[in-house]
């Protein structure tokens, strides 16, 4: 037990140098900091598509590994980005009105800015004061405590009451899909605080940075991004190797007889849910800035569904096939549906992408599952030469163990 | 003497089918104590109801000195205070190695945070080499558990049972699929752990419950029939009738 942890885990290893030479090579080709190749709004992609791979992880820790289909990971996804999303609007929001208000011949007030501030954010859904849940909006460390504190209270008593009730499987999912499609009508609604359909916008213009031009902004969001990824890949990749991920993986495969080893199968289901909540969290609140604007369409059901497809499809259960899988059907899905990909024209019918490219992505979703079950990641074990069972699902019964044996020979 | 376990009045119905039926039964800290009874008679129902896996509907169920009710307690509170189970139909994780699923039953704190700051000791890696030594799967500690026969998962979940150090071991039907010197061999370390702990064994097998040589528990529609030595309750009719002349196995 000498050998240190990353000779252990080289995948850790190879994922950290890959991810180090993508930044460093999307920053050479930027328009900032290099030949100027690549494009600022694709370089804000690629930095949305790290923060992707990062909830990504999150929803491979709590699915591939905890067994817990959860689709309501993308709520903690937006609520994260809410959270910072308050502040910028609010600072940006503030020196907009400090600006206007110079102009008066009498210096203002702070009531004065306040109001001003609030007339500006809340003037659309048809307030002029600020909602209680902006008590903090005025603070950067106050709202960055929030982006971790509210997604992952949230978290935290939702899988209170779901775990401790024994909800499992299909019903949970279900609950889940509940829980994000609440928050999204609760938000959708202008009293929510959180104007409404309008959703929080001009997220990118980071207060402070005026003098900024947004070229090097986005790649200073690729490099956190990129930073979070890394950080992320290395603290579930800890948490899925020793003991902890023993059972988890045992909770997966059959937590009634967890329970009679002694550990509490609740808490345990907990703890990984709420922590996934705070890694989607934080993915979110690096994503949005980049993406500008945020509304609850955010927090649609839908959206979480699209997680666990990525996942399926980049083969859950290993950390690097999550995030293959959002990376590879996110960056593809936006090449489709941006109108990028050339129409197919049959004669008598025009594939349009933008139209047909959910139905692509379906079709891929159901082959992956019934065809090739570890996703793309499984290319990974065909390069290695590993060959896992061809059992078409059917349980090793008792005493065909050695099943797996004359498997592993053909 | 004082009891480790003591069941008494204990009352189970499924779906207006009386499986457990006004049960009482007593075990002490250092006895080995064989059930048997016919198919159905409630042996792994009563295990179940140890376990805190089902409720009884009345009836008490008391453990330890301080006689604290397993009623009130979960599937794992129980687990933490010194029960084990060992399952009729071998449970391990065939997904993990051998070696990692005896690591999982090992005794050590079992709270997530606890468990996700453990990292194993030099003693706890020779605990695990030894303990699957004693079960004989000393060479298989890296092969995953589903790779193997049905009576190496036998062995490997007695050696799970083994390191979770229990007071209480249930175990139910040990020798099924086991070869006759495997048989022995569960015997041996049977008698052997109840010097320390006590072991319940459920068993069909006659010869089997010969050889561990302990008082017998027989249960029948639910309910102790007779208790004893095994030559004592196979005279006794009613055994005779319900169990022995029934089904000869
Ligand atoms: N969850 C359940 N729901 C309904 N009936 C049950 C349940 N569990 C057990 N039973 C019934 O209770 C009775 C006792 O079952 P149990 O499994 O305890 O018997 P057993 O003595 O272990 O038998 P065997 O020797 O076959 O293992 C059986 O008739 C069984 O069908
Ligand atoms: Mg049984």
Redesign the pocket.
Known sequence: MTRTYLSRNPSVLWFLLILSGFTLGVTLLSQAYGVAFLSTSFIKTLGMTLCLCLVALAMDLIWGYAGILSLGHMAFFALGGYMIGMWLMYARTEAIVITALSNEALPATAQEIQNGIAAQIFGVVGASELPPVWLFAHSLPLQLLLVVLVPGLLALIFGWLAFRSRVTGVYLSILTQAMTLALALYLFQNDSGLRGNNGLSGLQNIPGLDGVSQDRVSVWFLWASAFALGLGYLLVAWVVSGKFGSVIRAIRDDEARVRFLGYSVEGYKLFVFTLTAIIAAIAGALYYPQAGIINPAELAPIASIYLAVWVAIGGRGRLYGAVIGAAFVSLLSSWFTGGRAPSINLGFYTINWVDWWLILLGLSFVGVTLFAPKGIGGLVDLWQGLRTPDRKGADLGPGDGSLLEKEAKK | MTQLLEVSGVSVT??G?R??NNLSFNIGPAELRAII??????????M?IVTGK?RPDEGKVLWGDRLQSLLAMSEAQIARAGVGRKF?RPTVFEDQTVADNLMMALKAARGPLAVLFWSPKPADHARVAELATEVGLGDALGRKSGELSHGQKQWLEIGMLLAQEPKLLLV??PAAGMTLAEREHTTRLLVDLAKTRAVVV?E?DMEFVRRLNCKVTV?HE?SVLAEGTLDHVTRNPQVIDVYLGRSER
Request: cysteine-free; proline content about 4%.
């Open positions: 499924f779906d089918f499986a457990i009874g016919p198919n159905g008679a409630g042996k792994t129902t009563f179940d089902t009729q139910d039907e459920v069909h249960l639910g």
